[in-house]
């Protein structure tokens, strides 16, 4: 069973910035792909950053390419995800998240990693214009 201790959400104007953080805890085995998917009210849910843990990544959705970046810090079990330049349609609850056992390194690539898998309770990001 996994745990996610997510972090860092909060409400800022258009054009600030956040740093979310994931410590992520319990059993990985199986499990290659890592990173973060958000869901507005009334939207579906999005991929929108991985990280590859054999080695790859990290891997954006369109939407957020240029101004997001993910990290990892592979000793501490902790993964970060830096939003710059934010605006009010990246408002969502953000959610760390792992890709299932045995799950597909496409999926990875695509930040589609998550759709069967686990993650945590989210974290709420504000961008007000």
């Known amino acids: 069973q996994l745990e996610f201790a997510e972090s860092g959400g909060g409400s800022v104007q258009a054009g600030g910035s956040l740093k979310l953080s994931c410590v992520v805890s319990?059993?990985?085995?199986?499990?290659?792909?890592v990173g973060w998917f958000r869901q507005a009210p009334g939207k579906e849910r999005e991929g929108i950053a991985s990280?590859?843990?054999?080695?790859?990544?990290?891997y954006y959705a369109d939407s957020v390419k240029g101004r997001f970046a993910m990290s990892r810090d592979a000793s501490a079990n902790t993964v970060y995800l830096r939003m710059d330049n934010l605006k009010p349609e990246d408002s969502a609850t953000y959610y760390c998240?792992?890709?299932?056992?045995?799950?597909?390194?496409?999926?990875?690539?695509?930040?589609?990693?998550?759709?069967?898998?686990?993650w945590g309770q989210g974290t709420q990001v504000t961008v007000s214009s």
């Open positions: 998240a792992t890709d299932p056992r045995n799950g597909l390194p496409f999926d990875c690539y695509t930040v589609n990693f998550w759709r069967h898998g686990s």
């Open positions: 990280i590859y843990l054999p080695g790859g990544g990290p």
């Open positions: 319990g059993d990985m085995y199986g499990r290659q792909c």
